[in-house]
Protein backbone atom coordinates (compact mmCIF):
# COMPACT_ATOMS: atom_id res chain seq x y z
CA UNK A 1 0.00 0.00 0.00
CA UNK A 2 2.86 2.26 0.71
CA UNK A 3 4.22 1.94 -2.89
CA UNK A 4 4.79 5.08 -4.38
CA UNK A 5 2.90 5.00 -7.51
CA UNK A 6 -0.10 3.75 -5.84
CA UNK A 7 0.42 6.71 -3.55
CA UNK A 8 0.59 9.30 -7.08
CA UNK A 9 -2.83 7.43 -8.67
CA UNK A 10 -4.15 7.89 -5.34
CA UNK A 11 -3.53 12.05 -5.23
CA UNK A 12 -4.51 11.89 -8.87
CA UNK A 13 -7.91 10.97 -8.61
CA UNK A 14 -8.56 12.99 -5.60
CA UNK A 15 -7.46 16.25 -7.77
CA UNK A 16 -9.39 14.67 -10.43
CA UNK A 17 -12.39 14.29 -7.73
CA UNK A 18 -11.51 18.16 -6.47
CA UNK A 19 -12.27 19.65 -9.90
CA UNK A 20 -15.46 17.44 -10.74
CA UNK A 21 -16.59 19.25 -8.12
CA UNK A 22 -15.40 22.68 -9.17
CA UNK A 23 -16.75 22.11 -12.35
CA UNK A 24 -20.36 20.84 -10.63
CA UNK A 25 -20.22 24.57 -8.50
CA UNK A 26 -19.47 26.51 -11.52
CA UNK A 27 -22.47 24.96 -13.33
CA UNK A 28 -24.30 26.37 -10.86
CA UNK A 29 -22.81 29.69 -9.93
CA UNK A 30 -22.69 30.55 -14.00
CA UNK A 31 -25.17 33.07 -14.82
CA UNK A 32 -26.33 31.56 -18.66
CA UNK A 33 -26.50 28.60 -20.74
CA UNK A 34 -23.26 29.27 -22.66
CA UNK A 35 -21.17 30.02 -19.31
CA UNK A 36 -22.23 26.70 -17.71
CA UNK A 37 -21.13 25.13 -20.58
CA UNK A 38 -17.56 26.62 -19.77
CA UNK A 39 -17.35 25.02 -16.24
CA UNK A 40 -18.87 21.46 -17.28
CA UNK A 41 -16.00 21.46 -19.91
CA UNK A 42 -13.57 21.49 -16.63
CA UNK A 43 -15.54 18.08 -15.85
CA UNK A 44 -15.08 17.07 -19.24
CA UNK A 45 -11.15 17.41 -19.69
CA UNK A 46 -9.47 17.84 -16.35
CA UNK A 47 -11.74 15.89 -14.52
CA UNK A 48 -11.76 12.60 -17.12
CA UNK A 49 -8.23 13.50 -17.89
CA UNK A 50 -6.54 12.78 -14.20
CA UNK A 51 -9.11 10.15 -12.98
CA UNK A 52 -7.79 8.36 -16.03
CA UNK A 53 -4.52 8.75 -15.01
CA UNK A 54 -4.64 7.71 -12.03
CA UNK A 55 -6.78 4.46 -12.91
CA UNK A 56 -3.67 4.35 -15.42
CA UNK A 57 -0.84 4.15 -12.79
CA UNK A 58 -3.11 1.97 -10.54
CA UNK A 59 -3.34 -0.98 -12.90
CA UNK A 60 -0.04 -0.63 -14.15
CA UNK A 61 1.07 -1.60 -17.68
CA UNK A 62 -1.04 -3.94 -19.31
CA UNK A 63 -4.08 -4.77 -21.60
CA UNK A 64 -6.34 -2.51 -18.94
CA UNK A 65 -3.68 0.60 -19.46
CA UNK A 66 -4.25 0.24 -23.20
CA UNK A 67 -8.08 0.63 -22.53
CA UNK A 68 -8.37 3.32 -20.28
CA UNK A 69 -5.87 4.88 -22.26
CA UNK A 70 -8.56 4.87 -25.73
CA UNK A 71 -11.64 5.71 -23.48
CA UNK A 72 -9.58 8.55 -22.32
CA UNK A 73 -8.57 9.58 -26.18
CA UNK A 74 -12.04 9.18 -27.36
CA UNK A 75 -13.42 11.15 -24.39
CA UNK A 76 -11.08 13.80 -25.07
CA UNK A 77 -12.73 13.79 -29.13
CA UNK A 78 -16.29 13.24 -28.43
CA UNK A 79 -17.11 15.78 -25.94
CA UNK A 80 -16.13 18.63 -27.33
CA UNK A 81 -18.24 17.40 -30.40
CA UNK A 82 -21.22 17.60 -28.06
CA UNK A 83 -20.57 20.82 -26.76
CA UNK A 84 -19.76 22.67 -30.11
CA UNK A 85 -23.58 20.63 -31.15
CA UNK A 86 -25.13 21.80 -28.02
CA UNK A 87 -23.52 25.67 -28.49
CA UNK A 88 -24.31 25.87 -32.08
CA UNK A 89 -27.83 24.46 -31.72
CA UNK A 90 -28.34 26.76 -28.87
CA UNK A 91 -27.47 30.15 -30.79
CA UNK A 92 -29.51 29.14 -33.76
CA UNK A 93 -32.50 28.56 -31.56
CA UNK A 94 -32.22 32.03 -31.05
CA UNK A 95 -30.72 31.72 -27.21
CA UNK A 96 -28.40 35.23 -26.73
CA UNK A 97 -25.83 34.85 -24.67
CA UNK A 98 -25.29 37.11 -21.99
CA UNK A 99 -22.75 39.33 -22.83
CA UNK A 100 -20.06 41.90 -21.29
CA UNK A 101 -19.21 41.73 -17.43
CA UNK A 102 -23.08 41.99 -16.42
CA UNK A 103 -23.96 40.14 -13.40
CA UNK A 104 -26.99 38.37 -12.51
CA UNK B 1 -9.58 -0.75 -42.59
CA UNK B 2 -11.18 -4.04 -41.88
CA UNK B 3 -7.30 -4.91 -40.36
CA UNK B 4 -7.54 -2.58 -37.80
CA UNK B 5 -11.18 -2.62 -36.71
CA UNK B 6 -10.72 -6.46 -36.11
CA UNK B 7 -7.61 -6.03 -34.28
CA UNK B 8 -9.22 -3.77 -31.95
CA UNK B 9 -12.08 -5.54 -31.52
CA UNK B 10 -9.89 -8.66 -30.62
CA UNK B 11 -7.58 -6.52 -28.28
CA UNK B 12 -10.32 -5.04 -26.37
CA UNK B 13 -12.71 -7.63 -26.07
CA UNK B 14 -10.37 -10.75 -24.91
CA UNK B 15 -12.88 -13.20 -24.99
CA UNK B 16 -12.88 -15.98 -28.19
CA UNK B 17 -15.87 -17.78 -27.80
CA UNK B 18 -17.43 -18.41 -31.32
CA UNK B 19 -20.30 -16.02 -30.52
CA UNK B 20 -18.83 -12.99 -29.36
CA UNK B 21 -16.46 -13.65 -32.81
CA UNK B 22 -19.54 -13.57 -34.54
CA UNK B 23 -20.83 -10.42 -32.31
CA UNK B 24 -17.47 -8.74 -33.10
CA UNK B 25 -17.63 -9.85 -37.23
CA UNK B 26 -21.24 -8.29 -37.46
CA UNK B 27 -20.21 -4.58 -35.60
CA UNK B 28 -17.27 -4.68 -38.03
CA UNK B 29 -19.32 -5.53 -41.19
CA UNK B 30 -21.60 -3.08 -39.72
CA UNK B 31 -18.89 -0.05 -39.47
CA UNK B 32 -17.25 -0.55 -42.59
CA UNK B 33 -20.84 -0.63 -44.78
CA UNK B 34 -21.88 2.86 -42.88
CA UNK B 35 -18.16 4.39 -42.78
CA UNK B 36 -18.49 3.83 -46.62
CA UNK B 37 -22.31 5.01 -47.25
CA UNK B 38 -20.85 7.75 -45.32
CA UNK B 39 -17.76 8.56 -47.66
CA UNK B 40 -15.69 8.53 -45.00
CA UNK B 41 -12.80 6.51 -46.84
CA UNK B 42 -10.52 8.25 -49.41
CA UNK B 43 -11.89 11.61 -48.21
CA UNK B 44 -9.14 14.05 -48.41
CA UNK B 45 -6.88 12.02 -46.95
CA UNK B 46 -3.25 12.91 -46.57
CA UNK B 47 -0.83 10.46 -45.41
CA UNK B 48 -2.53 9.12 -42.04
CA UNK B 49 0.73 7.73 -40.64
CA UNK B 50 2.74 11.39 -40.61
CA UNK B 51 -0.18 12.98 -39.49
CA UNK B 52 -0.64 11.07 -36.39
CA UNK B 53 3.58 11.87 -35.76
CA UNK B 54 2.88 15.34 -35.99
CA UNK B 55 -0.19 15.51 -33.90
CA UNK B 56 1.80 13.94 -31.10
CA UNK B 57 3.71 17.21 -29.92
CA UNK B 58 0.66 19.39 -30.43
CA UNK B 59 -1.06 16.94 -28.32
CA UNK B 60 1.35 17.53 -25.53
CA UNK B 61 1.02 21.36 -26.33
CA UNK B 62 -2.47 21.47 -25.72
CA UNK B 63 -2.57 19.01 -22.97
CA UNK B 64 -0.24 22.03 -21.29
CA UNK B 65 -2.76 24.39 -22.32
CA UNK B 66 -6.10 22.60 -21.00
CA UNK B 67 -4.14 22.52 -17.48
CA UNK B 68 -3.77 26.43 -17.69
CA UNK B 69 -7.14 27.21 -18.54
CA UNK B 70 -8.70 24.72 -16.14
CA UNK B 71 -6.55 26.45 -13.37
CA UNK B 72 -7.73 29.77 -14.76
CA UNK B 73 -11.56 28.86 -14.62
CA UNK B 74 -11.47 27.00 -11.82
CA UNK B 75 -9.93 29.89 -9.95
CA UNK B 76 -12.79 32.09 -11.46
CA UNK B 77 -15.71 29.98 -10.51
CA UNK B 78 -14.17 29.46 -6.44
CA UNK B 79 -14.09 33.43 -6.74
CA UNK B 80 -17.27 34.56 -5.04
CA UNK B 81 -17.18 37.61 -7.29
CA UNK B 82 -17.48 35.78 -10.31
CA UNK B 83 -14.84 37.62 -12.69
CA UNK B 84 -16.66 36.18 -15.91
CA UNK B 85 -17.10 38.73 -18.97
CA UNK B 86 -18.29 36.35 -21.43
CA UNK B 87 -18.01 37.62 -25.22
CA UNK B 88 -18.43 36.76 -28.75
CA UNK B 89 -15.75 36.70 -30.89
CA UNK B 90 -15.24 35.77 -34.67
CA UNK B 91 -11.60 34.36 -34.56
CA UNK B 92 -9.89 33.75 -38.23
CA UNK B 93 -8.55 30.78 -39.01
CA UNK B 94 -5.39 29.53 -41.31
CA UNK B 95 -6.19 25.86 -42.38
CA UNK B 96 -7.31 24.84 -45.69
CA UNK B 97 -8.90 20.99 -44.99
CA UNK B 98 -11.91 20.24 -43.33
CA UNK B 99 -10.03 17.98 -41.03
CA UNK B 100 -7.88 20.40 -39.68
CA UNK B 101 -10.60 22.94 -38.95
CA UNK B 102 -12.59 20.33 -36.98
CA UNK B 103 -9.29 19.73 -35.08
CA UNK B 104 -8.66 23.56 -34.44
CA UNK B 105 -12.75 24.22 -33.58
CA UNK B 106 -12.38 20.68 -31.26
CA UNK B 107 -9.31 21.82 -29.54
CA UNK B 108 -10.95 25.53 -28.66
CA UNK B 109 -13.86 23.94 -27.08
CA UNK B 110 -11.68 21.04 -25.04
CA UNK B 111 -9.93 24.23 -23.40
CA UNK B 112 -12.51 25.50 -20.69
CA UNK B 113 -12.96 28.60 -21.47
CA UNK B 114 -13.51 28.99 -24.50
CA UNK B 115 -16.08 27.23 -26.95
CA UNK B 116 -16.41 27.47 -30.95
CA UNK B 117 -20.14 28.12 -31.87
CA UNK B 118 -19.85 28.05 -35.29
CA UNK B 119 -17.15 26.87 -38.10
CA UNK B 120 -16.92 28.55 -41.39
CA UNK B 121 -14.18 27.65 -44.35
CA UNK B 122 -11.71 30.87 -43.14
CA UNK B 123 -13.30 31.76 -39.04
CA UNK B 124 -14.71 29.81 -36.39
CA UNK B 125 -17.61 32.04 -34.01
CA UNK B 126 -15.97 31.78 -30.64
CA UNK B 127 -17.60 31.96 -27.31
CA UNK B 128 -14.94 33.36 -24.94
CA UNK B 129 -15.37 33.50 -21.10
CA UNK B 130 -13.28 35.81 -19.97
CA UNK B 131 -10.60 38.30 -21.75
CA UNK B 132 -7.91 36.18 -20.86
CA UNK B 133 -9.05 32.84 -22.74
CA UNK B 134 -9.71 35.24 -25.72
CA UNK B 135 -6.00 37.13 -25.50
CA UNK B 136 -4.81 33.08 -25.18
CA UNK B 137 -6.46 33.16 -28.79
CA UNK B 138 -5.54 36.14 -30.60
CA UNK B 139 -2.31 35.31 -30.01
CA UNK B 140 -3.23 32.88 -32.32
CA UNK B 141 0.18 30.23 -31.30
CA UNK B 142 -3.33 27.36 -31.72
CA UNK B 143 -3.67 28.35 -34.87
CA UNK B 144 0.08 28.12 -36.00
CA UNK B 145 0.53 25.03 -34.49
CA UNK B 146 -2.11 23.30 -36.12
CA UNK B 147 -1.38 24.98 -40.05
CA UNK B 148 1.87 23.65 -39.34
CA UNK B 149 0.75 19.69 -38.57
CA UNK B 150 -1.67 20.22 -42.00
CA UNK B 151 1.47 21.34 -44.06
CA UNK B 152 3.64 19.00 -42.79
CA UNK B 153 1.30 15.76 -43.03
CA UNK B 154 0.34 17.07 -46.64
CA UNK B 155 4.02 18.39 -47.46
Same mark, same amino acid.
Given at each position: ?????????????????????????????????? %??????????? !?? %?????????? !??????????????????????? %????????????????????DDK? | +? $???????????????????????????? $???????RMQ? $? =??????? #??????????? #??????????? /???????????????PQL????????????????????????????? =???? =???????????? $???????? +???? /??????????
Amino acid at each position: MNDPVYLIACCLLILGAVFVLIGLLGVFRMPDFF %TRLHAASIIDS !MG %TLLIMLGLML !MSGINLITVKLFLILLFILITTP %TAAHALAKSALHGKLKPKLGDDKS | +M $LIILTSLWLLLSGHYTGLILSLGLISIL $LVSVLSIRMQL $L =DYEQPDS #FRQTVYSIPYG #FWLLKEIVKSN /IDVSLRILNPALPIKPQLYNLKTSQRAELARVSHANSITLTPGTISI =DVDD =DSIEVHVLSQSG $LEGLLDGE +MDAR /ITRVEDRSYG
